[in-house]
């Protein structure tokens, strides 16, 4: 699979947290546009400290992408830059409607679709998302 981040990509099939993954690719020296991502996260968190994302096993997607540290220079709002992206990717791919509950969730039928997670950490912006694609049940 080609990475269109130009990085590379790294895949586990349930983890922690995709953005403890990126994470050791950064101290193993990958830099921006390497991709981590799981259909399974365990241990998956929100922009809240103390608050979970969940993800069932098969029924979700996360992934954490490393980007550059001067986006956040250029772009402040970046979470919420990702998020209209985002959105506007499945509106238009899959003709659903979307809303953006500011400042970093999604929302379709109701229902939450997908939270954004930005970070700086050790040098570089981890953009984490998580994507519900066929839950049904939240704890």
């Given at each position: 699979?080609?990475?269109?981040?130009?990085?590379?990509?790294?895949?586990?099939?349930?983890?922690?947290?995709?953005?403890?993954?990126?994470?050791?690719?950064?101290?193993?020296?990958?830099?921006?546009?390497?991709?981590?991502?799981?259909?399974?996260?365990?241990?998956?968190?929100?922009?809240?400290?103390?608050?979970?994302?969940h993800s069932a096993a098969g029924e979700s997607l996360a992934f954490t992408l490393i980007l550059s540290p001067e986006l956040i220079k250029v772009q402040p709002s970046l979470s919420l830059r990702l998020g209209l992206g985002l959105s506007r990717y499945l509106e238009e791919e899959f003709k659903l409607d979307i809303r953006i509950k500011w400042p970093n969730d999604i929302y379709c039928m109701g229902g939450k679709l997908a939270g954004i997670l930005c970070e700086y950490r050790r040098g570089v912006i981890l953009a984490g998302i998580g994507l519900n694609l066929n839950q049904k049940v939240f704890p």
């Amino acid at each position: 699979m080609e990475n269109p981040f130009g990085g590379k990509i790294y895949f586990k099939e349930e983890t922690q947290t995709t953005m403890n993954d990126a994470l050791d690719m950064v101290e193993q020296g990958a830099g921006e546009g390497c991709l981590c991502w799981s259909l399974h996260q365990t241990q998956g968190r929100g922009r809240i400290q103390g608050r979970n994302w969940h993800s069932a096993a098969g029924e979700s997607l996360a992934f954490t992408l490393i980007l550059s540290p001067e986006l956040i220079k250029v772009q402040p709002s970046l979470s919420l830059r990702l998020g209209l992206g985002l959105s506007r990717y499945l509106e238009e791919e899959f003709k659903l409607d979307i809303r953006i509950k500011w400042p970093n969730d999604i929302y379709c039928m109701g229902g939450k679709l997908a939270g954004i997670l930005c970070e700086y950490r050790r040098g570089v912006i981890l953009a984490g998302i998580g994507l519900n694609l066929n839950q049904k049940v939240f704890p």
